[in-house]
T-cell receptor, first 117, second 113 residues
Framework: GAVVSQHPSWVICKSGTSVKIECRSLDFQATTMFWYRQFPKQSLMLMATSNEGSKATYEQGVEKDKFLINHASLTLSTLTVTSAHPEDSSFYIC?????????????FGNGTRLTVT | SQQGEEDPQALSIQEGENATMNCSYKTSINNLQWYRQNSGRGLVHLILIRSNEREKHSGRLRVTLDTSKKSSSLLITASRAADTASYFCATDSRGFGNEKLTFGTGTRLTIIP
């Protein structure tokens, strides 16, 4: 089945540093990927839609200069949390759909737990 | 704001019993989907029901949709310990191909062996 690999699975960084999270579709191509944020025991909040070869579309309230998204190829999207602060600590999840299958569900990565100290 | 509200927020049942979770949403939808999330992991797609469908089955899963009440339910029959997870409904207002899902608040299901 379709697999989305997210890396790293967890990361601890110091305030002020930047962290890059990768989302790869391993056996399919994805022109669109999605980035979510999830707080403990809460739902997923869509942050942005990553579009291959063009700018990402950010949801209202999400700072595009803080959460940089790059979708440089059909199998890779990256989310960079710049100048991280403790309030950025969260669980970040990506998802993707197989572009070659018009009607297929979203495939999710296993998430990245970010802790900013 | 959250599109979907789920209840109960948490549910504990004995293995073998049936588990029912409900989801309510606010706007018109093209389809509604249910996902499972094991602790600290990503989401796994379980089942999709379109707006013109009222009921759908997949193995031990049964999903109903009432668009007049803007609600859906997920029934898991003959529950197993491995069903312990959080379950989320997600609504899609724009259909496949250009989909932006809005997730509900989730139900944490615990199956007691």
């Amino acid at each position: 089945g379709a697999v989305v690999s997210q890396h790293p699975s967890w990361v601890i960084c110091k305030s002020g540093t930047s962290v890059k999270i990768e989302c790869r579709s391993l056996d399919f191509q994805a022109t669109t990927m999605f980035w979510y944020r999830q707080f403990p025991k809460q739902s997923l909040m869509l942050m942005a839609t990553s579009n291959e070869g063009s700018k990402a579309t950010y949801e209202q309230g999400v700072e595009k200069d803080k959460f940089l998204i790059n979708h440089a190829s059909l199998t890779l999207s990256t989310l960079t949390v710049t100048s991280a602060h403790p309030e950025d600590s969260s669980f970040y999840i990506c998802s993707a759909r197989d572009s070659g299958q018009g009607r297929s569900p979203l495939h999710f990565g296993n998430g990245t737990r970010l802790t900013v100290t | 704001s959250q599109q979907g509200e789920e209840d109960p927020q948490a549910l504990s049942i004995q293995e073998g019993e049936n588990a029912t979770m409900n989801c309510s949403y606010k706007t018109s939808i093209n389809n509604l989907q249910w996902y499972r999330q094991n602790s600290g992991r990503g989401l796994v797609h379980l089942i999709l029901i379109r707006s013109n469908e009222r009921e759908k089955h997949s193995g031990r899963l049964r999903v109903t949709l009432d668009t007049s009440k803007k609600s859906s339910s997920l029934l898991i029959t003959a529950s197993r310990a491995a069903d312990t997870a959080s379950y989320f409904c997600a609504t899609d207002s724009r259909g496949f191909g250009n989909e932006k899902l809005t997730f509900g608040t989730g139900t944490r299901l615990t199956i007691i062996p």
